[in-house]
């Protein structure tokens, strides 16, 4: 367990003080910081409208202002995240101190698990930088916190997926560039693969198709909702992922 959380720490002060961090961190604050103000500047024209220039609709101020910021995160975050991860591994097996890890008494587990964490403790600061916008708010205005806590109980949930998507995908490749172009592939299958349940005739399969509809367990979260059916969903896609990672490290001992 000390080696596990070695590793951890040793890897979440490489990632946090890397220029791709502070340079991700920098993009993903301007395309939040102009995306929200929009919306505030949308939602308070909105909200000085005498209700029957609203078209029928009531104000919420979580689905006509956190909704989109939220949607939006997670969109940048299936490119970002590789980005992060792409070199927990990629970037040992290039210096070559892959192979002194490999030799170690290190358990292939605790290497897989602790650079999970290490990817995963980084992305809580991006995530925490996120969602400074809507909790900022709560000094103009009142709302319902539950929604929010609830969504971001799902952004936390999708990143650390796509932490351990890119974790694996750090694993097959020696090159950072690749490794990131992988992440990103594999993130964006994630997403599509639901689309088999509109092509497949078999019930089964469709119903297969429909429980790993990555949007709808996502969204369930942002509507406010934190069912357990779509808790279990992320964490076996999570230690799925962490799992084939911890397979491509063992298997390099043997090589």
Known sequence: ????????????????TSPIFFLT????????SFNFLRAVSRFSQMSS??????????????????VDHISLINLIFIFAIPAITMRLISEEKKSGTYGLL???????????????????????VLIGVAFLYPLGTRAFTEFSMGPLFASFLGVCLMTATYVAVGLFASSL?????????????????????????????NEVLSAIFEYIHVPQQFFSFIKGTIST???FFFFIS??????????????????
């Open 1 to 16: 367990m000390r080696a596990l959380w070695s590793i951890a720490w040793k890897d979440f002060r490489t990632l946090v």
């Open 173 to 201: 490749s020696q090159s950072q560039v690749l490794s990131v172009i992988l992440g990103i592939l594999f993130n964006l299958i994630l997403w599509l693969m639901s689309q088999g349940s509109q092509m497949s005739d």
């Open 102 to 124: 490999l030799t170690s008494p290190i358990t292939a587990t605790s290497i897989a698990v602790g650079k999970f964490l290490a990817g995963f403790l980084v992305s809580l």
């Open 25 to 32: 961190t920098a993009i993903c604050t301007a395309i939040w």
């Open 238 to 255: 999570i230690g799925f992922f962490v799992f084939l990672t911890q397979r491509v490290v063992e298997s390099s001992r043997w090589r």
């Open 49 to 66: 409208m005498p209700p029957q220039f609203r078209q029928g609709q009531s104000l919420n101020i979580h689905y006509h202002l956190f």
């Open 229 to 231: 059916s779509a808790l």
